[in-house]
């Protein structure tokens, strides 16, 4: 791996990204699809504030981890780093259950385990870094929003039982 500055940026920045590309394979055809046909809730935002949000937080996922690193290079912070990937895992599972699978459920609990990945990565992240910790607190809050959209869509979309 380099010590390059620049070049780590880069390439912490090219994974979130990636991630982003990668989610972003289910999601339009089924926005149009079967998305457009399912019940949401009042406070569902307009399709057009994902894909801004969802840009910020990737660029400061990057820069969260970026700052880690600057701080303590790549052996340190292993744990830190892991959580790391293991939340950009779960975040790249979450667009496959819901938009792909259409799986909003799994999905829920997907993003519960997200959550508690992104909180624990700020946490750990902080100890190396007092700005590395708040570039994921927004992270977090959205995710936090996130499940609460996420459950309301499965609630609402349930079958009889």
Known sequence: MSNNPWLTFA?????????????????????????????????NPPGWVFGPVWSALYFMMALSAWLVWRHAGWAAPRAAFILFFIQLGLNLAWSGLFFGLHRPGLAFID????????????IVF?????????????????????SLLNFEIWRLNAGPS
Do not use: D, K, N
């Open 11 to 43: 390439l912490f920045a090219g994974l979130c990204f990636s991630v982003a590309a990668i989610g972003s394979v289910w999601t339009p055809t089924s926005v149009r699809t079967w998305y457009a046909q399912l019940q949401t809730p009042s406070f």
């Open 111 to 122: 993003i519960l385990a997200l959550l508690a990945a992104v909180v624990a990565t700020a």
């Open 126 to 146: 902080h100890t190396f870094s007092e700005a590395a910790f708040w570039l994921m607190v927004p992270y977090a809050l959205w995710v936090m929003f996130a």
